[in-house]
């Protein structure tokens, strides 16, 4: 049974573990911060990988960032992570074989394979954090695009050249209503200079009206954008994950984005995995290509 050292790479940490074809942890899941500079972090990785190299079959590393259709390098700038980041060799980790692919097309694939969408050919997952990330399945494959980038949520869904999106530029984009960021945004707006979104889900607990009024324009965008990803896509089924998914009101959601497609109804779930999720998905990819190398005889 093939076994991988997974990594998951983001601004403030690096967790990593051991994890095999049925996407189970074999060993502790180790959380490190990451270090400040691409040295720094490649140093960490090359350590970690030397000190279990003969444990393992090969290495997978989720990352933030569009990720070429080989997955061997990052194409993007990735604006959470060092400067020049994106210019880490990854491949000479190790003489066993390594993959590369974006966190959010990780967390998917995961869904996918062992979790919540478990069973379905078509599939579109959402990580609604800070930003907005899909991972997206077609057919039973990950949607890569030609350049590795396919999944983007910066498209916009409202005109009002209301708000500028940190992550593209763009006026008035999905990512910036719908994310943890564009709730922060509610919040100020609603209940005052000072709110965050913790004080509108304190709020909604507590029967604050101001908190309803951001949370409900919140999710009104995330309406928005699952229903174009319905009509664009037709998946079986669209999970949310992340930091902001469990909030979410599945059943009234579920019903108001069903109502309005124009393709047939899907369901709308909330993801099994939490923030393992890249970890799992990154090693369930490679073990995937390494098995199917093998069956090549390769």
Request: hydrophobic residues 40%; glycine residues 12%; aromatic residues 8%.
């Amino acid at each position: 049974m093939s076994k991988v050292l997974s990594f998951d790479i983001g601004g403030t940490k690096i967790a990593y573990s051991i994890i095999n074809e049925h996407g189970e942890f074999l060993n502790e899941i180790i959380k490190v911060s990451t270090p400040k500079t691409p040295q720094g972090i490649y140093e960490l990785l090359k350590t970690t990988v030397k000190g279990l190299e003969e444990e393992i079959d090969g290495v997978a590393i989720a990352t933030a960032g569009a990720i070429n259709r080989d997955g061997t390098a990052i194409t993007s700038n990735v604006g959470n992570l060092p400067e020049g980041y994106n210019k880490t060799d990854f491949m000479s980790l190790t003489d066993k074989p390594v993959l590369l692919e974006n966190d959010a097309n990780s967390a998917g694939w995961a869904e996918y394979s062992i979790g919540a969408a478990q069973g379905c050919r078509d599939v579109v997952v959402l990580t609604l954090g800070t930003g907005v990330g899909a991972g997206i399945i077609v057919d039973g494959k990950l949607l890569k695009g030609k350049s590795g980038a396919a999944g983007e949520m910066h498209f916009p869904v409202d005109s009002g050249h209301k708000r500028i999106c940190g992550g593209c530029g763009m006026y008035d984009c999905f990512e910036s209503f719908a994310s943890g960021t564009g709730l922060n945004v509610n919040a100020r707006e609603s209940m005052g200079p000072e709110a965050t979104s913790y004080d509108v889900i304190r709020g909604l607990k507590e029967g604050n009206h101001q908190a309803k009024v951001a949370f409900d324009r919140w999710q009104d965008y995330l309406k928005r954008g699952l229903t174009m990803l319905a009509n664009i896509f037709d998946p079986e089924m669209i999970v949310l994950s992340g930091s902001m998914a469990k909030f979410v009101e599945y059943e009234k959601l579920n019903q108001d984005v069903n109502s309005q497609i124009l393709t047939q109804p899907f369901e709308l779930k909330e993801a099994k995995f939490e923030n393992n999720a890249g970890m799992i998905g990154a090693a369930l990819l490679l073990i995937s290509k390494l098995n199917s190398s093998a069956e090549r005889g390769q």
